[in-house]
Antibody
Framework: EVQLLDSGGGLVQPGGSLRLSCAASGFTFNNYAMTWVRQAPGRGLEWVSTISASGLSTFYADSVKGRFTISRDNSKNTLYLQMNSLGAEDSALYFC???????????????WGQGTLVTVSS | EIVLTQSPATLSLSPGERATLSCRASQSVSSYLAWYQQKPGQAPRLLIYDASNRATGIPARFSGSGSGTDFTLTISSLEPEDFAVYYCQQRSIWPWTFGQGTKVEIK
């Protein structure tokens, strides 16, 4: 059974940093692209960032480009999101998600973590 | 960026009724459109990918259709567990985008 366990969220002051993690199990992690999607309280879903299976290719939403860095450690089956220069607009529940497609950066997500909450406030 | 507009915002129906949800794209996304279901306090669940393919374990009462700019998710006969928010999402052009959601509520 595929499991994705998001962690690392919390309360951070504006301008601060946070690193999210997503521990994966139940599938061959290094065969699938991974993605972060966020959801502000009471709002819809927003794609944030994607990384290829190898980790060599990364993609970002304009709203986070230059501030967030996605990475993965295939030896630890873990996905990361380093978030810097955080603002109130980044407050959201952050989900990691697994690509449906094998070895392809393609954006249908067939498994999701439970989400980790990031709150940016002074 | 491609804007996905979902309609209606809210759909009030009774169990056993048919639900028809619409998603319109601001430009063609070919067939690269997915549908997700989200219940309160839960992560989204993939229902349909590439416009018309049911994801693993999704009941046959869920079906998707469309291509280009106009897409439809149909639930043939609503079960109590189907009352939720539904999102469409395109993966044709970066950045990938989601619609704003349609809430299917019990009438």
């Amino acid at each position: 059974e595929v499991q994705l366990l998001d962690s690392g969220g919390g309360l951070v002051q504006p301008g601060g940093s946070l690193r999210l993690s997503c521990a994966a199990s139940g599938f061959t992690f290094n065969n699938y692209a991974m993605t972060w999607v966020r959801q502000a309280p009471g709002r819809g879903l927003e794609w944030v960032s994607t990384i290829s299976a190898s980790g060599l290719s990364t993609f970002y939403a304009d709203s986070v480009k230059g501030r967030f860095t996605i990475s993965r450690d295939n030896s630890k089956n873990t996905l990361y999101l380093q978030m810097n220069s955080l603002g109130a607009e980044d407050s959201a529940l952050y989900f990691c998600a697994k690509s449906l497609e094998y070895q392809t950066v393609a954006g249908s997500f067939d498994s999701w973590g439970q989400g980790t909450l990031v709150t940016v406030s002074s | 960026e491609i804007v996905l507009t979902q309609s209606p915002a809210t759909l009030s129906l009774s169990p056993g009724e048919r639900a028809t949800l619409s998603c319109r794209a601001s430009q063609s996304v070919s067939s690269y459109l997915a549908w997700y279901q989200q219940k309160p306090g839960q992560a989204p669940r993939l229902l349909i990918y590439d416009a018309s393919n049911r994801a693993t374990g999704i009941p046959a009462r869920f079906s998707g259709s469309g291509s280009g700019t106009d897409f439809t998710l149909t639930i043939s006969s609503l079960e109590p567990e189907d009352f939720a928010v539904y999102y469409c999402q395109q993966r044709s052009i970066w950045p990938w985008t989601f619609g704003q959601g349609t809430k299917v509520e019990i009438k």
